[in-house]
């Protein structure tokens, strides 16, 4: 391979690893807003009933106490308001194999989960495809430059969802050891988490290998398309990217209809 070759890879994995952080500290901005609203809806609450008893009382008088114990109110600190949502409890049988099913509007894509090896992905997929999770969302993301995947799994739709926790990282040697350039190749087939780069971080968004692709062994690899599959999704890929770049929405929009998980 070309030394420019090489360096076209690196670098589109690189921009990969970046958008995967930047996706991450949007979504954690975002629940830091969300905890600052909701506290801050909190106090005006227990202010309104305040003032409301006061008024009752001293027909309408103490406003003035009222303001001033309204700016004595203490701001809520976003870290403390934080709360992540616990892992779905286990319920799979872990020695078993299990088939995740999406009926998309591009073909049937359809994809084994070893258990033995990924119980906590399997497991978490199992229990939000059985309560709809995945049903109507889009496959958001496409590379079709140094790496190629198809990225879905996220209910926004923008890269910054998720289902409120994270799932640990593994099978993370399962492809081999890394190279000098510190990545293994993900085979054609493998579907894999997405994250931030950072151990911990998989949520619900994953991501489907059309094509080999080379990348760090940090994205749990916890599937593995059938041909028909892998067939349907290198037809979105070979479409392109939305524009002509070579990462973002697909052109060939591919919407998840209905996801299932059974046992195999």
């Given at each position: 391979?070309?030394?420019?070759?090489?360096?076209?890879?690196?670098?589109?994995?690189?921009?990969f690893?970046r958008?995967?952080?930047?996706?991450?500290?949007?979504?954690?901005?975002?629940?830091?807003?969300?905890?600052?609203?909701?506290?801050?809806?909190?106090?005006?609450?227990?202010?309104?009933?305040?003032?409301?008893?006061?008024?009752?009382?001293?027909?309408?008088?103490?406003?003035?106490?009222?303001?001033?114990?309204?700016?004595?109110?203490?701001e809520?600190?976003?870290?403390?308001?934080e709360?992540?949502?616990?892992?779905?409890?286990?319920?799979?049988?872990?020695?078993a194999?299990?088939?995740?099913?999406?009926?998309?509007?591009?073909?049937?894509?359809?994809?084994?989960?070893?258990?033995?090896?990924t119980?906590?992905?399997?497991?978490?997929?199992?229990a939000?495809?059985?309560?709809?999770?995945?049903?109507?969302?889009?496959?958001?993301?496409?590379?079709?430059?140094?790496?190629?995947?198809?990225?879905?799994?996220?209910?926004?739709?923008?890269g910054t969802?998720?289902?409120?926790?994270?799932?640990?990282?593994?099978?993370?040697?399962?492809?081999?050891?890394?190279?000098?350039?510190?990545?293994?190749?993900?085979?054609?087939?493998?579907?894999a988490?997405?994250?931030?780069?950072?151990?911990?971080?998989?949520?619900?968004?994953?991501?489907?290998?059309?094509?080999?692709?080379k990348?760090?062994?940090?994205?749990t690899?916890?599937?593995?398309?059938?041909?028909?599959?892998?067939?349907?999704?290198?037809?979105?890929?070979?479409?392109?990217?939305e524009?002509?770049?070579?990462?973002?929405?697909?052109?060939?929009?591919?919407?998840?209809?209905?996801?299932?998980?059974?046992?195999?």
């Amino acid at each position: 391979m070309s030394s420019s070759e090489q360096r076209r890879r690196q670098l589109a994995r690189e921009k990969f690893e970046r958008q995967q952080k930047r996706r991450e500290e949007a979504r954690r901005r975002t629940r830091r807003i969300t905890a600052i609203v909701a506290a801050s809806v909190a106090v005006v609450a227990v202010i309104g009933v305040s003032a409301f008893v006061v008024a009752g009382k001293d027909d309408g008088k103490d406003d003035k106490k009222t303001d001033a114990a309204a700016s004595q109110s203490p701001e809520p600190t976003p870290s403390e308001s934080e709360s992540k949502a616990p892992l779905p409890p286990m319920e799979i049988d872990k020695k078993a194999t299990y088939t995740m099913s999406l009926g998309t509007s591009q073909g049937d894509i359809a994809f084994a989960m070893d258990a033995a090896k990924t119980p906590q992905t399997a497991n978490s997929f199992k229990a939000l495809a059985d309560k709809g999770y995945f049903d109507g969302t889009k496959c958001h993301r496409l590379t079709t430059q140094g790496i190629f995947v198809l990225q879905c799994g996220d209910p926004k739709g923008d890269g910054t969802g998720g289902p409120g926790y994270n799932i640990p990282d593994e099978n993370l040697t399962a492809l081999g050891k890394a190279g000098d350039d510190g990545t293994v190749t993900f085979p054609a087939g493998t579907v894999a988490m997405a994250n931030t780069g950072q151990p911990g971080t998989g949520g619900s968004q994953f991501f489907l290998v059309y094509k080999d692709t080379k990348l760090p062994p940090t994205y749990t690899p916890f599937g593995k398309l059938d041909k028909a599959s892998l067939e349907n999704v290198e037809k979105v890929g070979a479409a392109g990217v939305e524009g002509g770049a070579g990462d973002g929405a697909p052109k060939k929009a591919v919407e998840i209809e209905k996801a299932t998980v059974k046992k195999s």
